[in-house]
């Protein structure tokens, strides 16, 4: 199966946000990356997906014509949560469309770090463009979206591997730590909390002992987990509650009847009177005109070891629980996890394509030997990629589309949706019920707007990240 494409029919009054002929356009947005990103039949050959168990039953899918209240597409974090919330608290009749199982996007690939994030910008950033009492207001949800998580597996238990208590960042030379001492007064003045800053020799005492250590700042709030146990987790849970999943149910064609909407998969179609968008990174540009051109996706790509034994931890002194990243110019999060494989993640380049992959996986291999040379030669077992969506403005974006309140989208959290993504689920259900209590910050409801060459929006990398980040993308491409 190569790329799916989706027909809608919209008409002439759709959006129309960028200056090429729509030939051209298509075929660029058909080459934006490499099939091997969307291909249902390759293998993710991720370490989540091995170590998950049995996938989730009784998601079959669309078989003839059926009929809902609310359809949701995209069976990952934010599809769930909100059909879980719609079904459960409002008695909604609810089916999530799914083009190949839950948690087979992003939702189920990433580093699985619950964390503080969500939006592209700095809360410093979002005070100058939004005022303090919003970049507050963003610091309380993501406080929120974590306790939500949390509160989520636990009430309804969830065996999602819960590991470790904050987030850790180490600084690699002087520069970075002066960063990170900035960072902690930063959080101090709009969040009200502290973050706690650890000299060099401390990081090596208490979290691990290597090379290139100039301190570090451990962020209260977050954890880490298996995403693919949480996700599978949220789709048992939305199952309990009433919710219809339909696996292997691409959209292929979309359009209305009177105030209702058409959702034609392969096997079917599904008649609702209400739809949420919620493919994120998976989103493509013809699904409907709201979206078209709005989304960055971006290749992400982790690697986990084989197990470590006691002895070759022992050999960095590695004692930290929590998940961890670092200031160097190419990002990468990374963590030890309860069985003692070492998982790390980071950019994935601007193809797709299979062999840019094994140039990536190496590129990683070589950062983990850069931070624990002694484990450098420990073999890398698992190795696949996702997607991080970003907007065209650096913001989350969820609400009503504008001029049609029966479509509603929530999309783009930057890189950081383990739990921006639960949270903005609930939100947004609460916006489609009408029952909506949740207080969403501006940042969030302001509407989702083009890049404005959407054919060329991969090089909004070099925008928001210079010429080095960019250059570290192209390399080895």
């Known amino acids: 199966m190569g790329v799916p494409s989706v027909e809608n029919d919209f ?30 039949d390759r293998p993710v050959a991720s370490h989540w997906e091995a170590s998950a168990g049995e996938p989730v039953s009784g998601c079959a899918p669309v078989d003839g014509d059926v009929t809902c209240d609310v359809a949701v597409i995209g069976g990952g974090f934010t599809g769930l949560s909100a059909a879980l919330h719609l079904a459960r608290d409002d008695q909604i009749a609810v089916r999530v469309i799914e083009a190949v199982e839950p948690g087979w996007g992003a939702s189920g690939r990433n580093g699985g770090h619950c964390c503080f994030g969500g939006a592209g910008l700095d809360p410093d950033e979002i005070a100058a463009e939004f005022g303090e009492d919003v970049a507050r207001q963003n610091i309380t949800t993501q406080r929120e979206a974590i306790d939500l998580v949390r509160d989520l597996a636990l009430t309804n238990d969830l065996d999602i591997d819960m590991q470790g208590q904050g987030e850790l960042c180490v600084a690699h030379n002087a520069r970075s730590m002066d960063e990170l001492r900035d960072e902690t007064e930063l959080w101090k003045r709009l969040g009200g909390f502290d973050c706690e800053l650890y000299a060099a020799d401390e990081v090596r005492e208490q979290m691990y002992d290597a090379p ?121 999060y990374y963590r030890v996890l309860p069985d003692n494989r070492v998982h790390m993640g980071g950019p994935g380049g601007m193809t797709g394509t299979p062999a840019s992959k094994e140039r990536w996986r190496s590129r990683l291999k070589q950062r983990l030997a850069t931070i624990w040379p002694e484990w450098r030669d420990v073999e890398v077992e698992y190795c696949w990629r996702g997607f991080v969506c970003l907007s065209s403005d650096g913001l989350t974006h969820l609400g009503p589309v504008e001029n049609d309140p029966s479509v509603f989208y929530s999309l783009a959290y930057h890189g950081n949706g383990v739990a921006m993504a639960t949270w903005s689920g609930r939100a947004v259900a609460g916006l489609i019920s009408g029952h909506a209590n949740r207080n969403i910050p501006a940042t969030m409801t302001q509407p989702l707007k083009p890049f404005p060459i959407p054919a060329l929006r991969k090089f909004r990398i070099y925008r928001r990240y210079g010429g080095r980040m960019l250059r570290t993308l192209l390399g080895g491409e």
């Open 11 to 40: 008409g002439a009054g759709s959006p129309a946000p960028f200056l090429l002929s729509a030939p051209v356009t298509q075929w660029v947005m058909a080459k934006l990356f490499h099939d091997a990103m969307y291909n249902p």
């Open 212 to 332: 290139g250590i100039s301190g570090g700042m451990l962020f209260p709030f977050g954890f880490g987990l298996h995403p693919m146990k949480y996700a599978r987790g949220l789709a048992r849970l939305a199952q309990k509650h009433g919710v219809t999943i339909h696996g292997r149910s691409p959209v292929t064609r979309w359009h209305r009847e009177g105030r209702r909407h058409r959702l034609v998969t392969p096997g079917g179609s599904v008649l609702a009177n209400k739809v949420l968008i919620a493919t994120n990174g998976f989103t493509r540009d013809e699904l409907h005109p709201a979206v078209d051109g709005c989304l960055l996706p971006v290749i992400s790509e982790i690697i986990a070891t084989r197990p470590l034994t006691e002895n070759e931890l022992a050999r960095h002194r590695y004692q930290a629980t929590m998940p961890l990243y670092d200031k160097r110019p190419m990002f990468a």
